[in-house]
């Protein structure tokens, strides 16, 4: 993931804790959040790269399934990449009829373009109906869309 330098260089300790392949495995949430990877993003945030109350700080709680704190920086920003990162937190949370709401108010954010065969709604649908099983399928498009809006917010919007 391309990220500008600042940002990069203060969420590798995030990334190499917890790498993606381990980070939001599961389609629904269903455990808290491991408290030493809790303390790695409380480490990150509040810094010049990742202001607190930020899109980034939503993304971050995210990644480590802490739908709390990301709802609480989510329902914080008033644009459609605050609803972007709103919407994902609830359809993580289970609560899909909630995440349709949000993707409705984000309409066509241009992240979705970064995703191959994307269909916010389709997906909420989809996670309803597997998530459960966690499929591979949904949860490898689960990475491919945070990445895709992390990048995007990273290098476009910083939520400030």
């Known amino acids: 993931m391309d990220l500008p330098k600042p940002l990069a260089a203060d969420v590798a300790p995030l990334f190499a804790a917890r790498p993606q392949d ?4 599961g389609l629904v949430v269903t455990t ?14 509040g810094g ?14 995210l990644y ?9 920086c989510s329902q914080g920003i008033d644009d459609t990449t605050g609803s972007y990162w709103h ?5 993580r949370e289970g609560d899909f009829s909630n995440s349709h709401y949000w993707f409705r108010k984000v309409g066509n954010h241009p992240a979705m373009a970064l995703i ?3 269909d916010p709604h389709r997906f909420i649908d989809e996670a309803e109906a597997q998530h459960g099983d966690n499929s591979a399928v ?21 939520g400030q």
């Open 64 to 72: 480590v399934d802490d739908l709390d704190r990301s709802h609480t």
């Open 48 to 61: 010049d790269a990742v202001p607190t109350g930020s899109a980034l700080e939503s993304a971050l709680w």
């Open 116 to 118: 191959d065969g994307y």
């Open 87 to 91: 919407g994902i937190m609830h359809r």
């Open 138 to 158: 949904l949860v490898d498009l689960q990475h491919r869309e945070w990445n895709a809006l992390f990048a995007w917010t990273a290098m476009e919007y910083r």
């Open 22 to 25: 381990q980070a939001m495995s």
């Open 32 to 45: 808290p959040p491991a408290a030493d990877i809790v303390a790695v993003v409380e480490s990150i945030v």
